[in-house]
T-cell receptor, first 114, second 113 residues
């Protein structure tokens, strides 16, 4: 069973479109995250969601909005996509913010905006 | 907030040689330091971690060392193999707190056959 699954794996879309990425974890973790990894491989935190509290990275444009229907799901919706949004987006989960056994990452969604 | 710096950004070694990646952190309160390995096209995965109550931890060919006074920690890989080629990330946080991990910028390790 996949611990953290995200869909889709690849997403190619035109500028200006709205898209969503879904993430689900079956580890019983109480905290979930979205990371953006650009071409230089830097892992940039976008959001973390712990016990219904959303923590937003101030540098994330408000075109990005996370939605968590429950502790096992954290989806990412992106409005008015721009070329600079092209990156790999990773969902992750942990037990507690620091993670008793570290963070478990999903397999990533490669978003390409054309 | 915490700031983690990682060096070098790229590292090439011959198969069988050792590789060392170093990280420094800014917040002296940080006490949890995990390392993640990301193979090409794959997800980052936890490979080893260390807490500040110990100075060194080993797991087969990999080891982490921690110098709390100098606020730096290192990943050591001995007898490197081609499958060790990957991007390695260090991270730091305060275990048990509400503060999330702060990641370093990553090191691309290439093991040459």
């Amino acid at each position: 069973d996949t611990a953290v699954s995200q869909t889709p794996k690849y997403l190619v879309t035109q500028m200006g479109n709205d898209k969503s990425i879904k993430c689900e974890q079956n580890l019983g973790h109480d905290t979930m995250y979205w990371y953006k990894q650009d071409s230089k491989k830097f892992l940039k935190i976008m959001f973390s969601y712990n016990n219904k509290e959303l923590i937003i990275n101030e540098t994330v444009p408000n075109r990005f909005s996370p939605k968590s229907p429950d502790k096992a799901h954290l989806n990412l919706h992106i409005n008015s996509l721009e070329l600079g949004d092209s990156a790999v987006y990773f969902c992750a989960s942990s037990q507690g913010m620091t993670g008793k056994n570290g963070y478990t990452f999903g397999s990533g969604t490669r978003l390409t905006v054309v | 907030g915490e700031n983690v710096e990682q060096h070098p950004s790229t590292l090439s070694v011959q198969e069988g040689d050792s590789a060392v990646i170093k990280c420094t952190y800014s917040d002296s309160a940080s006490n949890y330091f995990p390392w993640y390995k990301q193979e090409l096209g794959k997800r980052p995965q936890l490979i080893i971690d260390i807490r500040s109550n110990v100075g060194e931890k080993k797991d087969q060919r990999i080891a982490v060392t921690l110098n709390k006074t100098a606020k730096h920690f290192s990943l050591h890989i001995t007898e490197t193999q081609p499958e060790d080629s990957a991007v390695y990330f260090c991270a730091a946080s305060l275990y048990g707190s509400a503060r999330q991990l702060t990641f370093g910028s990553g090191t691309q390790l290439t093991v040459l056959p």
